[in-house]
């Protein structure tokens, strides 16, 4: 009698949160605000299509428009996908351990990506980009993993804790990867890794990126059991909710898109951390609806640092990462002033 009973309050709880995410969804996504910011964002692309030292459109013949389809399409398919996709790990990190300042670069995960890098090019000196990317997912799943495990069984008082814990954690992996690096002759390489930058993002090199595609659009379909896991391990156990494979699923999502990213492009700091609460400062917590605010957003940050950087010290250029981290720095200090004039650091 009570299991049955229970059975029939924790279906009831998933209709309603599956018909209230439904109803919010019709309601609050088509709106003016968002069809300007997709207008914004094809603006953008194409300012990415048209932004080079190479002009593709002065040439007579069929080369420049060679050059424009393995070098310009590319980069700006990998900053669609690495912006939208980064973006939805930081939603799903914040939602899993209930902390708006964690994301990848503040858990330790894209060092852990950096330390799988390394191993498989030192392991494998011939291995393909492929066989990197798995290193890298593998390892970045592990790092994500030991991350959840030290948050369950330590009690924390502040919110402002995790990424810091999240922080020293990596600077630890990163210190073992440094040093692995240099005996193994690969510093430069990960230098190169971790300065973040589509410059290198060429047909045949890009490719990877579409994987993350499949991560994002999976956010899309497993939204609302993201959110209820939001709500804690209780909660979402009562609601009948396998809170163990939500975590084991969202640590692999992220790990997968880390991973690719770290591969192909390079360390997106921050990107996780800024997006995610500058759309839910303005439009709340509702994450279904958030969802395609995010991806938009995530895209538009991304681009625009990518076109500072091509165009501020033209011809050459600086790596996106460099300027997402002073961005993301200031956007992350001045978070942590508004929690702290809410009250909100302590928990």
């Not at 209230?20 to 692309?45: E, K, N, Y």
């Not at 625009?304 to 720095?329: K, Q, S, W, Y």
Request: aromatic share 10%; net charge positive.
């Amino acid at each position: 009698m009570t299991t049955t009973l229970r059975q029939d309050v924790s279906q009831t709880s998933r209709d309603v949160l599956v018909d209230d995410g439904r109803r919010h969804r019709r309601r609050r996504l088509w709106t003016p605000a968002f069809l300007v910011a997709i207008l914004v964002t094809l603006v953008l692309l194409v300012l990415s299509l048209l932004t080079g030292q190479f002009d593709v459109f002065g040439g007579e013949d069929w080369e420049n428009f060679w050059m424009f389809g393995i070098t310009r399409i590319p980069r700006t398919v990998a900053l669609v996908l690495a912006g939208a996709s980064m973006a939805m790990c930081g939603v799903i990190m914040q939602l899993l351990t209930q902390n708006r300042f964690v994301e990848p670069t503040t858990t330790g995960t894209t060092e852990w990506a950096g330390l799988g890098l390394i191993l498989v090019m030192w392991l494998f000196p011939g291995a393909s980009l492929f066989a990197r990317m798995s290193g890298a997912t593998f390892m970045a799943f592990i790092g994500t993993m030991v991350f959840f495990m030290f948050l369950r069984r330590v009690s924390l008082k502040s919110s402002l804790i995790v990424p810091i814990i999240g922080i020293m954690l990596g600077a630890v992996v990163s210190s073992f990867t440094t040093y692995l690096a240099l005996m193994t002759d690969h510093l430069q390489t990960l230098g190169i890794w971790f300065a973040g930058s589509f410059t290198g993002v060429i047909q045949g090199r890009y490719e990877l990126m579409w994987i993350v595609l499949a991560v994002t659009v999976l956010v899309f379909i497993v939204a609302d059991q993201f959110t209820v896991a939001g709500l804690g391990k209780d909660m979402a156990t009562n609601v009948g909710l396998n809170y163990a494979f939500v975590l084991f699923m969202g640590t692999a999502m992220v790990a997968v898109a880390t991973g690719v990213t770290a591969t192909v492009v390079g360390t997106l700091p921050f990107l996780g951390l800024v997006v995610p609460n500058i759309v839910a400062l303005f439009r709340g917590d509702d994450l279904r609806s958030n969802l395609p605010w995010v991806c938009l957003v995530g895209i538009c940050v991304v681009t625009v640092c990518d076109l500072i950087g091509r165009t501020i010290r033209a011809p050459f250029e600086i790596p996106v990462g460099l300027v997402l981290g002073l961005v993301g720095g200031v956007v992350f200090v001045g978070l942590l002033l508004r929690q702290r004039r809410k009250g909100g650091l302590a928990s």
